[in-house]
């Protein structure tokens, strides 16, 4: 079956960096569009990067130019660097498989959540 695992999440000072990793199996990983979700306390899930298997990448207003989204297809592993943290960035960060793009549209395999925790 389809599984997504999430790591690297943690705490952090607001200024610094953390990566994330999304090990997947159980699909064909290098065909499939990978995206990253997030979810703060009180909010709606919402949409933060996604890379294409075809190459390019998409992100949300509001962490282009601090956020940075890749994959190793020979790994089947998704990535987000996320550099310049705000505590607005505090929020579970979920791996999302076959994000459809343009609109984003979250595809329907998820991770379990990482939590990042941006302190001021």
């Known amino acids: 079956q389809v599984q997504l695992v999430e790591s690297g999440g943690g705490l952090v000072q607001a200024g610094g960096s953390l990566r994330l990793s999304c090990a997947t199996s159980?699909?064909?990983?290098?065909?499939?569009?990978m995206g990253w979700f997030r979810q703060a306390p009180g909010k709606e899930r919402e949409f933060v990067a996604a890379?294409?298997?075809?190459?390019?990448?998409v992100y949300a207003d509001s962490v282009k130019g601090r956020f940075s989204i890749s994959r190793d297809n020979a790994k089947n592993t998704v990535y987000l660097q996320m550099n310049s943290l705000k505590p607005e960035d505090t929020a579970v960060y979920y791996c999302?498989?076959?994000?459809?793009?343009?609109?984003?549209?979250?595809?329907?395999?998820w991770g379990q959540g990482t939590q990042v925790t941006v302190s001021s």
């Open positions: 890379i294409p298997w075809s190459g390019g990448t």
């Open positions: 159980g699909l064909t990983f290098s065909f499939r569009n």
């Open positions: 999302n498989a076959g994000t459809k793009i343009a609109p984003v549209v979250a595809g329907v395999y």
